[in-house]
């Protein structure tokens, strides 16, 4: 009971992105700007979704969902690093660092498959047209958003009791920027091979099952695409797609780096540099690559900012 009682005691020391003090200003400059960026894209992407009754259709209600889950999924790693870099203070208390990694998975979770529920909505939209209203009923749409936030809930909560059966009687300084289960397991003095299988068996269902329903849905997208007569329409098309596919290329290229691949081919460095991608990066980007190529989305935000303007002056 010892080591348990220590483990609970002892704060877990988050040794951010770099070590070299004199790269903590740029850091967190560059951090700023991107959590800046983040929180106000994404929630004037919610706030033009909810004031705007065109935008309430099953795109745009995925797309709400999606950048929900990015500024908390953003919120719950970046505030913190921030805080570290300007204070100097890297200790993270036992129960606050099982706080910060129930809320990184479980947002993580359905960001994933939030992703990949709205590649089969654009699915059912290109190559199934005018079954679109029939088969995207609100009842399966509520359902694809739904079952993702149970799922990841529960899901997120069995890592949390997992690692909390474990023992750290050693070294508590973790290589990261926040508490992720690789790095925190490998400070682990006892057996952490059934948190491994679980986190593989997790890793397949939602990061490598929905990767390949992505790949799935646009190899059949791009074969409608292919099947327009119009050049210019085809051109459009070929556009969208490829912005949404190298986000996704992004995001679950780094968590498959981190999740999936063997542990002789990671590194500290190379696990912190995913995390920036998918947590900082990704949700960063969401909003432009999203919304930029998309006019009635444009066109609400256009007239927020107006009337905002309007009623300041």
Not at 23 to 45: D, K, P, R
Request: aromatic share 10%; charged share 10%; hydrophobic share 50%.
């Amino acid at each position: 009971m010892e080591p348990r009682n220590q483990t609970s005691a002892s704060p877990f020391i988050l040794l951010g992105l770099s070590e070299k003090p004199e790269q903590e200003t740029l850091l967190f400059s560059l951090f700023l700007c991107m959590y800046l960026a983040t929180v106000v894209g994404n929630l004037l992407i919610i706030l033009a979704i909810s004031v705007d009754s065109h935008l309430h259709t099953p795109m745009y209600f995925f797309l709400a969902n999606l950048s929900l889950v990015d500024f908390c999924l953003a919120t719950n790693t970046i505030p913190k690093m921030l805080v570290s870099l300007q204070t100097g203070s890297k200790a993270i208390s036992y129960p606050c660092c099982l706080t910060q990694m129930y809320f990184f998975h479980f947002f993580g979770i359905v960001d994933s498959v939030i992703i990949a529920v709205m590649a089969y909505d654009r699915f059912v939209a290109i190559c199934h047209p005018l079954h679109y209203a029939t088969i995207m009923s609100p009842r399966l749409c509520g359902l694809l958003v739904g079952a993702p936030w149970a799922f990841s809930c529960f899901i997120s909560l069995t890592h949390i009791l997992l690692m909390a059966h474990l023992v750290f009687c050693g070294s508590h300084e973790v290589p990261h920027y926040f508490c992720d289960l690789t790095p925190i397991l490998r400070l682990s003095c006892t057996d952490t091979s059934v948190n491994r299988i679980f986190i593989l068996i997790v890793a397949v269902m939602v990061i490598a099952t929905p990767f390949i329903c992505i790949l799935a849905s646009y190899a059949r997208i791009l074969v409608a695409i292919m099947k327009v007569p119009s050049a210019g329409g085809r051109k459009k098309a070929f556009s969208t797609c490829s912005s949404h596919l190298s986000v996704v290329a992004l995001f679950y290229g780094t968590s498959i780096g981190v999740y999936l691949c063997p542990s002789s081919v990671r590194t500290a460095v190379k696990e912190k540099a995913s995390a920036v991608m998918y947590t900082g990066v990704t949700p960063m980007l969401n909003p432009f690559i999203y919304s930029l190529r998309n006019r009635d989305l444009k066109g609400t935000l256009r007239k927020l900012v107006n009337r905002k303007i309007t009623s300041s002056s």
